[in-house]
């Protein structure tokens, strides 16, 4: 949840062209040696580009040497093959003329709670992820989509969140939707439900054992007037630290029962812990908005993300000085691109989005984008999943992204952080965290001008089992 393209150039001429081309007088060259001639001038010309981005140096290449060393381990993913198994007992002979026309998909086997698959997708509290008890092979890694406790052993509570690392206390905070509570759906047509609870908070020092700090903004039992009535919605809370206000602030999605009041919401704390204190509601530059974030850039300076138009497009516009609100810039971009649940990062002062499509709870395929201005134009990269297998790819792994986390001190290293959503039961919803990194060249070239991009391919690898590289000790 990209400005228009330019138009592809595509070379007409009303004349034929001689199948020979004279290169000098007496003399004939093949058309073929013209075009690989030419094809060596664009890889120069694209080489020197890449030096002159990075200001000539070579530590670029130094790095990405040593940086592939370092990770070789996560960049060999691992693959699945998973037979979708067969309807349980005979089918009559109506049930198979009744039968769909297609057949079976993995997506259905996820979205169907009586599959007989559904601990492939959610596995049972056998094999949950318990920091207080795992000492052995165990320690310290992650299991995408796996139950996950928190330092206490309840399942962790924060969907569609993100992490901010607090300078102060040397500690990260995890925020995001406590969603602990019944799934239902409003009316027949509704999409499911659980009633606003508020937004949880987990504090860790290495990532993995998470300290439940309880709810920092809850939601309002009795004024139905509020925003944050537990009948209302409020999705994908992102925190962020202002050092000129010395505050930390809150924003998120903020809507009705029927997603028709399309805001942000706003709060604001003087500690990371909470509590926050909830400001108001708005429709940032007067435009619906549903799934967003905010992205805070080296400077200094805040931007908000979100889906408008009814989804059909991203705004993306700096936030004011203090965090409080939006300016009056404001840029469309991925124009009819059908895109949500925006994560933005940075690497090498180039941007980077992932971000998926638009198809309710049910899982589908992440695009990576990238640009040079954080306002535009934004290029879309393709699909960053790696791994899997096909359908894992196309779904995301069976997920949606939320957020992406630098890792300090290695180079275009990140955590890719996605929901695996559970209709059926929301809270049981799981997290998928994989390794994402920025580096080699990109593979896909740029429709306009025929040449490749001068920023980095960006992969997501998928792993049943990971551990952070031992060479990274966290921020100190």
Not at 2 to 24: D, I, S
Not at 46 to 59: E, I, Q, R
Request: proline share 6%; net charge neutral; with cysteine.
């Amino acid at each position: 949840m990209e400005l228009k393209r330019g138009e592809k150039m595509t070379m007409r001429n009303k004349y034929r062209k001689p199948t020979t081309f004279h290169c000098n007088a007496g003399s004939r060259c093949s058309p073929s040696a013209v075009v690989w001639s030419l094809v060596g001038f664009l890889l120069f010309l694209h080489l020197y580009s890449l030096v002159s981005h990075n200001g000539g140096k070579g530590g670029d290449v130094q790095l990405h040497t040593s940086h592939h060393t370092l990770f070789r381990e996560l960049e060999e993913v691992e693959e699945e093959t998973i037979q979708i198994p067969p309807p349980k007992g005979k089918r009559s002979p109506r049930a198979a003329k009744r039968r769909p026309k297609r057949s079976t998909t993995l997506i259905d086997e996820f979205l169907d709670e009586n599959s007989q698959l559904r601990h492939v997708f959610f596995p049972d509290m056998k094999t949950a992820i318990d920091p207080m008890n795992d000492s052995g092979n165990d320690s310290l890694n992650y299991f995408p989509g796996r139950i996950w406790f928190d330092t206490e052993g309840n399942p962790i509570q924060a969907h569609g969140g993100g992490i901010l690392y607090d300078e102060s206390s040397r500690t990260y905070y995890w925020y995001g939707e406590y969603k602990d509570g019944p799934t239902y759906h409003a009316h027949k047509k509704g999409a499911a439900r659980v009633d606003i609870i508020g937004v949880g908070c987990y504090s860790s020092k290495d990532l993995w054992a998470w300290k439940n700090e309880g709810i920092v903004l809850e939601a309002e039992e009795a004024n139905e007037t509020c925003d944050l009535h537990k009948s209302n919605v409020l999705e994908r809370p992102k925190v962020i630290y202002n050092e000129k206000t010395g505050k930390y602030v809150m924003w998120m999605h903020i809507d009705d029962g029927n997603y028709t009041k399309a805001a942000v919401g706003i709060a604001i704390s003087d500690y990371p812990t909470g509590p926050f204190s909830y400001l108001h509601s708005k429709r940032p530059h007067g435009f619906d908005s549903r799934d967003m974030t905010i992205f805070k850039d080296d400077d200094g300076v805040a931007y908000i993300i979100y889906s408008s138009e009814d989804n059909s497009e991203l705004h993306i516009g700096p936030l004011t000085e203090d965090y409080l609100d939006v300016t009056h810039v404001v840029r469309r971009i991925l124009i009819g691109q059908h895109r949500e649940a925006p994560a933005l990062f940075k690497y090498q002062g180039t941007y980077y989005m992932i971000t998926s499509g638009c198809t309710g709870w049910a899982p589908n395929e992440a695009l990576a984008h990238a640009a040079e201005s954080i306002m535009g134009p934004w290029e879309t990269m393709g699909n960053p999943c790696i791994g899997g297998n096909k359908m894992f790819r196309q779904t995301t792994f069976f997920a949606q992204g939320t957020y992406v986390f630098p890792l300090s001190g290695l180079p275009g290293s990140f955590i890719f952080i996605a929901d695996r959503w559970n209709p059926a039961d929301l809270r049981d919803s799981r997290y998928v965290w994989l390794p994402l990194i920025v580096g080699g060249p990109a593979d896909r070239p740029l429709d306009y001008d025929f040449g490749f991009p001068v920023w980095s391919r960006v992969s997501i690898y998928w792993h049943r089992k990971w551990r952070l590289p031992s060479g990274w000790r966290g921020l100190k």
